[in-house]
C-alpha cells in the first residue's frame, strides 16, 4: 500500500531514467542534484544499452545506491526473447529491433560482467514510495508507454488507481508534467538520451507533490571522445542522436 499522500509535502524526491550508458551525462546530473539536494532520487531503468559506458555507468548507479528499476533495454539483455514477441506488437520496428538485439544489446553485454547484469536483472519494474508510482514505462509493460500527445484518459488508464498522487515514468526521452483530478503524471526524460529537442540531460524532481522537469548541460564533446575511444559500434549514429536530441534509426547493416 501507497504511504500517505500527505508525505508528499515532507519529501523531494528526484527521478533520473534512461542514462544509456553515458557516464558524461550522469555525472552532470549528480552535479545538479548535489545542488538540488532532493531527500530521495529514483532511477527508473535503462541504464548501461546504447552508450559508451555501459559497465562504468552501472558501477556509478550502484555507488550512488539509489532505488532503481528494470528497463527494456536492460531486460534484453537476459531475454533475448523478448525480441520476438515486440516484433510481433510492432513490425514497423523490425529494423530498430535489429539493431538492438544484433548490435547494440550485445555489444554492451560483451562489457558488463555477471555482477552488475546479476544488479540490474534484480531491480523490481515498479516502486511506490512516498505517493509517487514509478514505473519505467507502463506498469506491467517495460517496453510501451503513452507519449507526450496523449490524452488525459489514457494517462489516467495507465497511471492511475494506484492511491499514488504523482506517477513518474522514463522510456520516451521525451519529458512533459500533465496535471489529471487528482493525479500528476510526469515522463522524467533521458539523463543520457535525450529525443525532445534539446540535449541536455533530464530528470524530474517532485516538490511539494508537484513534478517539474529539470535540464543540465553535459560536455557533449567528452561525450564524442567516450564513443570515439569505447569503439561503440555505431558512433557517428550516436553522436548525432545526442547532439540532435532526436531519435533517428539506423540500419543493421551500419558501421
Keep these: 500500500m501507497a504511504l500517505p499522500l500527505d508525505i508528499l509535502r515532507d519529501v523531494r524526491i528526484a527521478v533520473v531514467s534512461d542514462v544509456h550508458g553515458n557516464l558524461a551525462a550522469l555525472e552532470a546530473v549528480v552535479a545538479d542534484l548535489r545542488l538540488m539536494a532532493p531527500d530521495l532520487v529514483l532511477q527508473a531503468g535503462d541504464a548501461a544499452v546504447l552508450g559508451a559506458h555501459p559497465a562504468e555507468t552501472v558501477d556509478r548507479l550502484r555507488e550512488l545506491a539509489w532505488p532503481a528499476l528494470v528497463g527494456n533495454t536492460d531486460q534484453m539483455l537476459w531475454e533475448p526473447a523478448a525480441r520476438a514477441e515486440q516484433e510481433q ?40 514510495i512516498a505517493g509517487v508510482r514509478l514505473v519505467h514505462a507502463s506498469p506491467g509493460d517495460l517496453w510501451r508507454a503513452p507519449m507526450p500527445e496523449a490524452a488525459d484518459a489514457e494517462l489516467a488508464a495507465a497511471y492511475g488507481g494506484a492511491e499514488a498522487a504523482v506517477a513518474v515514468y522514463g522510456h520516451i526521452h521525451r519529458p512533459f508534467v500533465r496535471e489529471l483530478p487528482g493525479l500528476s503524471v510526469a515522463n522524467c526524460g533521458s539523463v543520457g538520451l535525450p529525443w525532445d529537442g534539446d540535449p541536455r540531460a533530464a530528470y524530474a524532481l517532485v516538490d511539494d507533490g508537484r513534478p517539474a522537469i529539470r535540464r543540465v548541460e553535459y560536455d557533449l564533446e567528452r561525450s564524442r571522445r567516450d564513443l570515439a575511444a569505447s569503439g561503440f559500434p555505431l558512433p557517428a549514429w550516436l553522436e548525432a542522436v545526442q547532439r540532435e536530441a532526436r531519435f533517428t534509426r539506423p540500419q543493421p547493416s551500419t558501421g
Excluded: N
Design 89 to 128: 506488437r510492432a513490425p514497423r520496428l523490425g529494423s530498430w529491433l535489429a539493431v538492438l538485439f544484433d548490435v547494440l544489446g550485445p555489444w554492451a553485454a560483451e562489457r558488463l560482467g555477471d555482477e552488475q547484469v546479476a544488479w540490474l536483472r534484480s531491480q523490481p519494474e515498479e516502486r511506490h
